[in-house]
């Protein structure tokens, strides 16, 4: 845990508050024309997802949060969570769907992830930006079907992306991880 001056606190930047890991999402730098200047931070709880307002004075010192990046690879899913394993020491840990979150809709079997660690606590699992996944449901498609728009289809992850028409049952497609879009037929 490392201790930086308030007037080097930036966005992205991660700080420990009442012994808990929180990231800046945005910093203001404060001089007024009377008074002394301030840092008017709004933090983000890395493991709540929580939004704080902190004011800090000049010259106050804050601490930072250790956070460690990990690539791990997902293996699976089960009753108690979701399994992956680190890539340099082949260690399996288990990962509770509550941390995983909305990622568990775009996590296929095999993908590589970095998941985010404060000392031994697990804060979050970040997914590639785009995955190949298998429709595992939609309504037929009929030639002709060009018409802008598209259909709702169910992804082997659990995911339900809106595709073009002419797209089937077991069909591979491209989805982006940040937006939830299909991009293209693989």
Known sequence: MGIINVNDIRKNTKLLIDSQAYVVVDVDHV?????????????????????????????????????????????????DGFHFMDQQSYEQI???????????NYLPDNTDVSVLFHGDEVLGVELPNF???????????????????G????????????????????DKIMVDTRSGAYLKKM
Request: glycine share 12%; aromatic share 6%.
């Open 151 to 170: 259909k709702p289809a169910k992804c082997s992850t659990g995911c339900v992306v809106s595709v073009p028409f002419h797209l089937n049952v077991g």
């Open 94 to 104: 288990q990962i509770s769907p509550e941390v995983v979150g909305d990622a568990a």
């Open 31 to 79: 001089k007024p024309g009377k008074g002394s200047a301030f840092a008017r931070a709004k933090v983000k709880s890395l493991r709540s997802g929580a939004v704080l307002e902190k004011t800090y004075k000049a010259g106050d010192k804050v601490e930072t949060a250790e956070t460690q990046e990990r690539k791990m690879q997902f293996l699976y899913r089960d009753g």
């Open 131 to 149: 995955v190949i996944v298998d429709i595992v449901d939609c309504d037929p498609g009929f030639k002709g079907d060009t018409v802008s728009g």
